[in-house]
C-alpha cells in the first residue's frame, strides 16, 4: 500500500472528491489530475448552474432551483438500479455518459452544489444517503442523489421514527468523509469483482484495510482475491483469521472447506 496515498487519504486539507480522484489514479493507474477533461466538463456544469440561480434572491427557492439545474438542466436525473456498470464509478466516463453510481453521484452533486455558494452535506436518512443543502436557519432540502427526488417533512420523520429508540431524539447523522470514502472503495471493489478484475479488487480492498486495518470481512475478500490470482499461502491467512473473528457467519463453515482444500493444495504444490 502507497503510504504517500494513505496519508491523503487520511489529511483534513483534502476534499472527499480530491481524494476519491487519487484512488482512481492508484486503482487505474490513470492521470485524472493532469487530464483536464473530467475537469471541464464539471467545471461547465458549475458554470450552468450558477447561472440559473444568479438572479434569485430567495435562499429556498434558490436551493429548489439549484436542484432543478442539476437534474433536469445537466441531465443528471437517473433512475434506481439493481447494479451499475464500471463506468459508473470512474469519474470522466461517468460525467460523459451520464451514468454515475449513488455514492460517486453523492460526492460529485454535493462538489457541485458547494461550489455554487451552498452548505451541504451528506445524510444518512434510514435506508440511503442523502443530500442536504441548508437553505438558512429556518429551512433545508434533503434529496435523493439518483432521482433527485427530495423529502418533505412528513416523510422524513416516518423514516425517522422507523428507527430504534425514542422518536422525539431522533436527528439525522451526517455522514463523515471517511465513511464516504470506505463506501465509494466497496462498491468500486464489489464491481470489479463481479468483472473479474482481480488485481484492481485487490488494490481496493489493500487501501481499505489501510483504513481499517484488521477488518474481518475486508480480510475474507482480500483472501478469496488473493485465492483467485493463486497466492494460495496468503489466502490461508486471510480466511483463518475470518473464521477465527466470525465464526458465526453464514460463510464460515464454506470457507472451513476451502482452508482444508488450500491445504491440500499447498501439500502438492511442495
Known amino acids: 500500500m ?21 484512488i482512481e489514479e492508484f486503482i487505474f493507474s490513470s492521470t485524472l489530475v493532469s487530464d483536464g477533461n473530467w475537469r471541464s466538463s464539471i467545471d461547465e456544469v458549475i458554470a450552468q448552474c450558477q447561472n440559473g440561480i444568479e438572479n434569485i434572491e430567495d435562499p429556498l427557492l434558490k436551493a429548489e432551483q439549484m436542484i432543478n439545474e ?24 461517468a460525467l460523459d455518459y451520464r451514468m454515475i453510481a ?35 436557519d429556518m429551512y433545508a432540502i434533503i434529496f435523493d ?3 433527485g427526488e427530495s423529502l418533505n417533512w412528513y416523510e422524513l420523520e416516518l423514516r425517522l421514527d422507523e428507527q430504534d429508540g425514542d422518536p422525539s431524539q431522533q436527528d439525522l447523522v451526517t455522514i463523515e468523509d471517511k465513511d464516504i470514502i470506505f463506501s465509494y472503495l466497496t462498491s468500486l471493489k464489489g464491481v470489479l469483482i463481479k468483472e473479474k478484475d482481480f488485481d484492481k479488487a485487490l488494490k481496493c480492498v489493500d487501501i481499505l484495510l489501510s483504513l481499517r486495518p484488521d477488518d474481518p ?27 477465527q473473528q466470525c465464526p458465526k457467519d453464514p460463510a464460515a463453515q464454506l470457507l472451513k472447506m476451502q482452508l482444508d482444500k488450500i491445504s491440500f493444495n499447498e501439500a502438492t504444490l511442495h
Request: hydrophobic share 45%.
Open 145 to 147: 442523489p439518483v432521482l
Open 217 to 243: 470481512f475486508e480480510r475474507r475478500d482480500r483472501g478469496f482475491l488473493l485465492h483467485q490470482l493463486d497466492c494460495f499461502k496468503v489466502a490461508y491467512d486471510d480466511y483463518r483469521y475470518f473464521v
Open 102 to 136: 449513488p455514492v460517486l453521484k453523492s460526492i460529485l452533486i454535493r462538489h457541485i452544489i458547494e461550489q455554487c455558494g451552498f452548505d451541504t452535506d451528506i445524510v444518512f436518512v434510514p435506508e440511503k444517503a442523502m443530500i442536504r443543502i441548508v437553505c438558512d
Open 70 to 93: 442539476v437534474f433536469i438542466g445537466q441531465l443528471l436525473l437517473d433512475k434506481p438500479r439493481d447494479s451499475w456498470p464500471l463506468l459508473a464509478y470512474q469519474i470522466e466516463s
Open 2 to 22: 502507497n503510504e504517500l496515498l494513505l496519508s491523503e487519504l487520511e489529511s483534513d486539507e483534502k476534499s472527499v472528491l480530491q481524494k476519491v480522484i487519487l
